[in-house]
């Protein structure tokens, strides 16, 4: 599938959807919406933002983008290519408002955050637009994990006692931008904080023995979340036992995760694992992930979500157990989901579930 066959066959997509609710345009404005519909394209400045620098309108017979004149020359020479967008740009100074009125008219717009004024936010219809991902996009998502799986892999190797936290999220930054790879997320947590806070943004605190790299990477708009655990001296029995445990939530996630199944009935099997293995409540302290792709989560499972999972769906589950966890990114298939982030030289721990030995990355004791 090329490019343009991969534009036309979302453009069918969005088409449907406005013909389904009786909308004559939808509108997007987020870099998520961006990126997917003109197949990896990237039109971010800040990096923290959702929104992006350039606006998209979808019409009946056609496909326009609005941005200023500081943003439309690098639009045009890098992401658009041969796509047939239409592309008006006004003075940076000037009020965009003005320029798009001849577009709109009496349109009837779907958008993803309530622009143009008088639009109806359908964002959360429109995002599950881009749920079912295509060839192409699978094939850019499994290359984003292969690098990111090996960012772990070298930072982990790395990294020494002594080290500040900092330290190792600019090792680990430094890897993935080397790739063009956006840390869109970087936790990184030593000793006891990896035992104290599910979110452990970077501080100054020193690695002594034990660590947790977490990362939210992100390149043609595809995000991939992934955790790994290092570990300097033999880990006690405790903590061995917590992450057998958390590999063993996560294996009953992953080979659940099948077109076709109820997200709370997996989410549900998932809580009644923890509490197998001995840890009935951890699941409490933080969420469990949910489907990502282009959003971090598009949403996340819970005991009472309505979702169904899809053919070609991405999800990163993020179970956790105080000290450790257990988290990669998946594509959903009928024959089993596919891990996007292959271990590399990383351990291995295998667990069986439902009749099938899944494999998990282990700690990496060093």
């Known amino acids: 599938m090329t490019r343009l066959e991969e534009f036309e066959t979302k453009l069918q997509r969005v088409r449907a959807f ?7 345009g939808v509108a997007m404005t987020s870099q998520a919406n961006f990126a997917w519909l003109t197949c ?3 039109d971010h400045v800040a990096m923290a933002s959702e929104g992006g620098v350039a606006k998209l309108l979808v019409t009946a017979d056609a496909v326009h983008l609005l941005t200023n004149n500081i943003e439309s020359p690098r639009l045009i020479a890098e992401e658009l290519g041969e796509l047939p967008i239409k592309v008006h740009d006004y003075p940076w100074h000037e009020d965009e408002t003005a320029a798009f009125p001849d577009l709109t008219g009496s349109l009837t717009v779907a958008s993803d955050d309530g622009w143009p004024a008088g639009a109806k936010n359908e964002a959360a219809e429109i995002a599950r637009l881009r749920f079912e991902l295509l060839e192409p996009e699978i094939d850019r998502y499994r290359w984003i994990g292969g690098r990111a799986a090996k960012a772990l892999e070298a930072v982990a190797q790395e990294i020494e006692p002594g080290m500040a936290e900092h330290e190792i999220a600019a090792d680990l ?3 993935l931008l080397a790739d063009g790879i956006i840390p869109a997320v970087l936790l990184i947590a030593t000793d006891e904080r990896c035992f104290r806070f599910r979110h452990p943004i970077p501080t100054g605190r020193k690695l002594e023995k034990h660590a947790m790299l977490v990362i939210g990477a992100r390149r043609w708009g595809l995000g ?3 955790t790994r655990i290092v570990h300097f001296g033999k880990p006690d029995d405790e903590l061995r036992r917590r992450h057998e445990a958390v590999c063993r939530v996560d294996a009953c996630f992953l080979s659940e995760t099948r077109p076709g199944a109820a997200v709370k009935d997996i989410f549900a099997k998932a809580v009644a694992m923890y509490a197998e293995t001995g840890y009935p409540e951890e699941w409490r302290l933080h969420h469990q992930g949910g489907a990502t792709g282009y959003a971090p989560r598009d949403y996340r499972g819970t005991m009472d979500c309505p979702e169904i999972v899809l ?4 999800f990163a589950w993020n179970p956790s157990i105080s000290g450790t966890k257990s988290e990669d990114t998946i594509i959903a298939h009928e024959d089993g989901a596919g891990v996007l982030c292959p271990e590399g030289d990383w351990p291995r721990i295998e667990v ?3 009749g099938r030995t899944v494999r998990r990355p282990d700690i990496l004791v060093r």
Do not use: C, I, R, T
């Open 18 to 24: 406005m013909g389904q609710h009786g909308y004559g």
């Open 40 to 42: 990896g394209g990237d």
């Open 173 to 175: 930054g430094a890897e």
């Open 224 to 226: 991939v979340s992934a």
């Open 311 to 314: 053919e070609n769906q991405a």
């Open 352 to 354: 069986e579930y439902g």
